[in-house]
């Protein structure tokens, strides 16, 4: 069964920093490309930020580019999100998803996790 | 950006009736790239339809999904209880790499 677990989340000031970890299960991890998606309180979902399988790739959304860092350790089947300078409008539950694998390019989120919430206020 | 209007806001319907989604994009977008979400209250969305019209594994063949270009529907045929939810449709571009839609909420009459 595919799960993904994220944890990290919490309470932080202004300014602050927080590493979410999403801890991925019953599927080769290696092989998946996987995103960030945060819910703000009551509103829709944002697409954070994107890795490759590998690595070797990474995009970021305008909102968190130059504060935000995604990596993966593949060997720790391990998804990262390193926040810092983090700001009132990034508190949110916030999701890793996998991108579905198959013939098609689809770009589409096939996995959730099931979110950690982010909550930045003084 | 290819920004994607959903509409209506809120659709108000009884279990049993048929429900019609839209999601309409500022730009044309690849059917390839066109997916549609459900989403409960206090969980992770769900992952409907990919390829504009694929369904995902799992999902019951009362939901479709259709479109190309700038205009993309998803259709539930007869809604069951547990299809009252929030639905989202997203898309792949160039950038941002993932846009979606501000979501319809499909709410019992």
């Known amino acids: 069964e595919v799960q993904l677990v994220e944890s990290g989340g919490g309470l932080v000031q202004p300014g602050g920093s927080l590493r979410l970890s999403c801890a991925a299960s019953g599927f080769t991890f290696s092989s998946y490309e996987m995103n960030w998606v945060r819910q703000a309180p009551g509103k829709g979902l944002e697409w954070v930020s994107y890795?490759?399988?590998?690595?070797?790739?990474?995009y970021y959304a305008d909102s968190v580019k130059g504060r935000f860092t995604i990596s993966r350790d593949n060997a720790k089947n391990s998804l990262y999100l390193q926040m810092n300078s983090l700001r009132a409008e990034d508190t949110a539950v916030y999701y890793c998803a996998r991108v579905l694998l198959g013939p098609g390019l689809w770009n589409a989120f096939d996995y959730w996790g099931q979110g950690t919430l982010v909550t930045v206020s003084s | 950006e290819i920004v994607l209007t959903q509409s209506p806001g809120t659709l108000s319907l009884s279990p049993g009736e048929r429900a019609t989604l839209s999601c309409r994009a500022s730009?044309?977008?690849?059917?390839?790239?066109l997916a549609w979400y459900q989403q409960k209250p206090g969980q992770a969305p769900r992952l409907l339809i990919y390829g504009a019209s694929s369904r995902a594994t799992g999902i019951p063949d009362r939901f479709s999904g259709s479109g190309s270009g700038t205009d993309f529907t998803l259709t539930i045929s007869r809604l069951e209880p547990e299809d009252f939810a929030v639905y989202y449709c997203?898309?792949?571009?160039?950038?941002?790499?993932?846009?979606f839609g501000q979501g319809t909420k499909v709410e019992i009459k």
């Open positions: 730009q044309s977008v690849s059917s390839s790239y």
């Open positions: 997203q898309q792949y571009g160039s950038s941002p790499r993932w846009t």
């Open positions: 890795i490759s399988s590998s690595g070797s790739t990474i």
